[in-house]
């Protein structure tokens, strides 16, 4: 797996639908269709979620590989999580036994619709990140958030937090890449020997790695001041967010998604 694989807090310019949907729309659309998801129990219901996928990102317009490339990195955690479903979930039907593994239908069911509840998870995610800036992303979740302002949460410093980290996963993610290379043409080898050698080969990333990330955020935290950014208490938005008909729409056929896949289950479908 390279490091240009990890796709995660990427953002791909558009004017697709999606793109131009309101940030906190798209917001409630994913945690219901995270909802969903959980509450989808038989092939019915998880072909239902997979259409709604497929059909997202057709109309978000973003390449169908770059979703794929950003599954290469959880490749591992699929395997590892299928393996533990199906040898360690009890049933009656038992495909095959060894020593005291035993392999049963119910278990492989369990484990195929585990592995396709992540990916659609991760995918339904990344659709999120790809077509919402970071900038919209923050005033989405402040303002989602905002009733909480009335406890004293900071609200406003959560959400950019959150925003920065996701802003910048791909900047480390390059800078990771660059000091590879640099140290591959200084005779470092990565890729070669055992897993605690090739383990031990990273720890020279480190260093220079964190260095780079402290001084990144000491220069953020400059241009910040200096632009006199002091926090979200009588701070003003160029862009004022407004829900829209198709805003409405969306959040209203969420809703409806989620009363269908649980009445599927209720049914067992």
């Not at 978000?60 to 490339?69: E, F």
């Not at 989620?258 to 049914?267: E, N, S």
Request: net charge positive; with cysteine.
């Amino acid at each position: 797996m390279a490091l240009k694989d990890i796709t995660l807090g990427q953002f791909f310019p558009g004017s697709s639908p999606l793109h131009r949907m309101d940030p906190r729309t798209k917001l409630i659309g994913i945690t219901l269709y995270i909802v969903a998801l959980f509450l989808a129990v038989s092939f019915v219901s998880y072909g239902a979620m997979f259409l709604v996928l497929a059909l997202l990102i057709r109309i978000s317009r973003i390449p169908l590989k770059s979703i794929v490339r950003g599954l290469k990195p959880v490749v591992f955690i699929l395997i590892f999580t299928a393996l533990l479903n199906i040898l360690y979930t009890p049933g009656e039907h038992v495909l095959a036994k060894f020593w005291i593994l035993t392999i049963t239908l119910e278990g492989v069911r369990t484990a195929f619709f585990m592995v396709v509840r992540i990916m659609m998870l991760i995918s339904a995610t990344f659709l999120l990140t790809y077509t919402t800036s970071p900038i919209l992303l923050t005033d989405g979740i402040e303002s989602l958030l905002s009733p909480l302002k009335k406890l004293h949460v900071p609200v406003h410093e959560l959400a950019m937090m959150m925003s920065i980290a996701l802003r910048f996963i791909p900047t480390l993610i390059e800078e990771t890449d660059k000091i590879m290379c640099a140290q591959r043409a200084r005779g470092a080898d990565f890729e070669t020997g055992s897993l605690i050698r090739r383990a031990k080969a990273l720890i020279p990333l480190l260093v220079p790695l964190f260095i780079s990330a402290f001084r990144r955020a000491d220069e953020l935290a400059v241009a910040m001041e200096c632009r006199c950014y002091h926090g979200g208490e009588g701070r003003t938005r160029l862009r004022q967010l407004k829900y829209h008909r198709l805003d409405r729409l969306t959040i209203a056929l969420a809703i409806a998604m989620c009363a269908a896949i649980w009445t599927l289950g209720r049914f067992g479908l």
